[in-house]
């Protein structure tokens, strides 16, 4: 059939199935990649039809347009065909029929090629079929899934945002979704950057204004995807649900924690006033009975009165706020002011009360008075803890952060089991302690945004930490 010993050795060398026959389909020829593709060899080929190795459903497609390459209607034909292995698996190939003609003789012939796409289609079924699933669950999904561009504009989102928000999903498209949250809420969004670095998977609250204009509460997971070529963020994934009813019932909960405080601390409170008031009584009525003025009674019911005036004092100084003007704080400073004011009295009781000051000690932003109460509650705790000789080491650190006060005693400790309750109300290691101070101690650290840690070993001694960040929210 060939004449050509050239294109003899291109025919039967390349790698892309091809075959090649005469008008009328009486002779046949193909190449080793034809055979390697159908799973035939040429001897197997030659005795089977065409119909007997192509899918049955492409047949009439590949008629149709074989007959208009007879009719001359066109010079050549391209369909994507379904051929059938011998092993019974179905190929996919993209079909190429051309007519060639011999020059010499001036015979026509048809020339087959085969594209073999199988692992791309079923690359492409398997996405599909991804992309099925996926779909199927963000429109059953009672959450609400976005899919964004960078901007934050809704490439997609599932039918759910009809039944949390009342929107329909194509009245989203092309919409920033940072229009529907609450002007508040955006505000907050913005200061803590969610929407400059969102290569980061966050988890953010808001509130979302419905259809309706009401607004309710939701939490959104946002990551972003990101292209693994480039590293560039492509797209915008959220994932949101409506949280209103937790909101509501959190709230519930918190107010009746409130309640429930405020109960224990009334009764904490009568509990410890009816104390000194009790003897208080009893001497009045011993003094009403004798009708004379004993001072050793008097005494009695005087220091009694100054008990419950300490803690009425304390218990007014606990509910004040503690961050009423944040101004210009040296820690460093207070903390040697608190050392001087007890420097003398440690002197006298013989016992060591040392400071040591890092350098640089910046600036931070706080109430001076709230803090030199900490400062001098917590010291002298600690001094009150000493036996003679005993010592108390106070060091001021500065990180990138903030300001660190650590205060170490190797005083008499706290077992381990009272640890945990200090900072309650009414619960104290002293004697005649009321344990409000403490508990004020941590109330003025938290409203300036810091923390403070106790460590201690019963014989050994206690560490308290104090930390205190540079900057606060409410100074910002």
């Known amino acids: 059939m060939f004449n050509l010993t050239l294109f003899r050795a291109v ?8 075959l090649i026959s005469s008008i ?21 080929l030659e005795k089977l039809p065409m119909e007997k190795i192509s899918h049955p459903d492409d047949m009439a497609a590949d008629a149709q347009l074989f007959g208009e390459l007879l009719d001359r209607k066109r010079d050549e034909y391209q369909l994507e065909k379904r051929y059938i292995h011998k092993s019974g698996e179905i190929k996919t190939g993209v ?27 079923h690359m492409e079924n398997a996405l599909k079929y991804r992309e099925k699933k996926y779909r199927l669950l963000a429109e059953h999904s009672s959450d609400i899934i976005m899919l964004h561009k960078v901007d934050f504009s809704c490439l997609y989102i599932s039918p759910s945002v009809k039944t949390v928000l ?6 989203m498209i092309e919409k920033s979704p940072l229009e529907l949250i609450h002007p508040d809420d955006l505000i907050e969004l913005r200061k803590q950057q969610i929407c400059d670095h969102i290569e980061e998977t966050k988890l953010i609250t808001y509130r979302c204004r419905k259809k309706d204009g009401s607004f309710i509460w939701i939490e959104s997971t946002v990551k972003a995807l990101v292209c693994t070529e480039t590293g560039e963020v492509k797209e915008i994934v959220t994932v949101s649900r409506d949280i209103e009813q937790r909101m509501e019932t959190q709230d519930r909960l918190r107010k009746s924690e409130k309640l ?39 005494k009695i019911v005087l220091d009694e009165l100054q008990r ?29 002011q608190v050392v001087q004011l007890l420097q003398t009295e440690a ?9 040591e000051v890092g350098q640089p000690i910046l600036s931070i932003m706080g109430d001076s008075n709230s803090l030199t109460q900490v400062f001098l509650n917590i010291i002298q705790n600690a001094l009150e803890s000493l036996s003679k000789r005993g010592q108390v080491q106070i060091r001021v650190m500065a990180d990138s952060t903030g300001v660190t006060v650590k205060i170490e005693d190797n005083g008499c400790g706290i077992p381990k089991e009272r640890l945990s309750k200090l900072g309650e109300p009414f619960y104290s290691t002293k004697e005649r302690g009321t344990g409000l101070g403490l508990m004020t101690c941590y109330r003025i650290i938290e409203a300036h945004q810091g923390r403070i840690d106790i460590e201690s070993e019963e014989g050994e001694g206690t560490t308290v930490t104090i930390w205190l960040p540079y900057r606060t929210e409410k100074s910002e």
């Open 24 to 44: 009328d389909l009486t002779m046949l020829q193909f190449n080793p990649a034809f055979c390697e593709f159908v799973g035939y060899s040429p001897d197997e």
């Open 11 to 18: 025919f039967y060398q390349s790698r892309i199935p091809q």
């Open 95 to 121: 079909l190429t029929v051309s007519k060639i003609h011999e020059q010499l003789t001036g015979e026509e012939y048809l020339l087959g090629q085969v594209l073999d796409i199988t692992e791309k289609k």
């Open 347 to 355: 002197k006298l009781e013989q016992k060591g009360l040392y400071l």
């Open 166 to 171: 009342g929107y329909q999903p194509e009245e």
């Open 308 to 336: 419950v005036e300490a803690i009425i004092s304390e218990f007014l100084t606990m509910a004040k706020p503690h961050t009423k003007k944040l101004r210009i704080v040296f820690v460093d400073q207070l903390v040697n």
């Open 260 to 298: 429930a405080v405020v109960g224990q601390m009334a009764a904490a409170v009568a509990h410890e006033i009816r104390n000194p008031l009790t003897p208080i009584k009893g001497f009045m009525q011993l003094l009403n009975t004798e009708q004379e003025m004993n001072p050793v009674y008097l």
